[in-house]
């Protein structure tokens, strides 16, 4: 409203009052003047300040939510986890169950195998001696271990790093599963012997199944030598970095050569 109109509306407000005063209307002089005062002041103009503009709920950025949900969702499978005794020998020797770690967005997802005695007492996969090898590959991609997700297809800890037993395999697949729903990668890699076939449902070897991409669920698989493996047998590695380079390619990486 113009500072004119103000002084209109100021100055009918006050005719109304007086003809009401002469008429012989009692009428509270606060209230009206409360009107006045209101009628002569302008409301103050909204402040913008751009820096620190406020978006409305609606047009706050999803993607900054995303990861959140997920995070979210992640949580509450592995306190599932975590209260797991399917397999009665595992839930019996294990310290804790290991459930994954990473980016809950991540393009890239790592399957290994079951966690071992590192990764029992810190709860976190792939920490030991051949988990900082697999940091190293990660490096060597040019990205960042907290930038991809890394998980085991068993979360607890065989009794002395046996092999997993296919009745175990079976019982915790359910929960690889639902990881996997939730995560949704691009890729997946495939570490080892007992991920790949377990993953691909395939009896095929590592040897026979590496270099390649499978289907899982629609989500490209490539398959490769086990971390702890390349511990073993060092020779193994170029092999492990021909499937690396593979994989770097189809993620739109800069592949060494
Ligand atoms: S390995 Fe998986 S299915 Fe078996 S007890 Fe642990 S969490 Fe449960």
Sequence with gaps: MSDAELQVVARSLRQKSESLRRAGVR???????KDLSRASVPAPAPVITPAVMV?????????????????SVLADLAREVAGCT???????????????????CAELCFVGEAPGADEDAQGEP????????LTKIIAAMGLERRRVYICNMLKCRPPGNRTPGTDEIANCRGFLERQLEIIRPKFICA??????????????????????FHDYRGIPVLCTYHPAYLLRSPDAKKYVWEDIQILMGKLGLHVKT
Excluded: M, W, Y
């Design 27 to 33: 009428h509270n002089r606060r209230a009206v003047k």
């Design 55 to 71: 978006l409305p709920a609606a047009a706050i950025d999803h993607r900054e939510s995303v990861p959140a949900e997920r995070e």
């Design 86 to 104: 399917r397999c009665e020998e595992l839930a019996r020797c294990r310290k804790q169950t290991v459930f994954g770690v990473g980016d809950p």
């Design 126 to 133: 792939f920490v030991g001696a051949a988990g900082q090898l």
């Design 191 to 212: 570490l080892g012997a007992v991920a790949a076939k377990a993953l691909l449902n395939s009896e095929l070897s590592i040897g026979r199944l590496r270099g390649q």
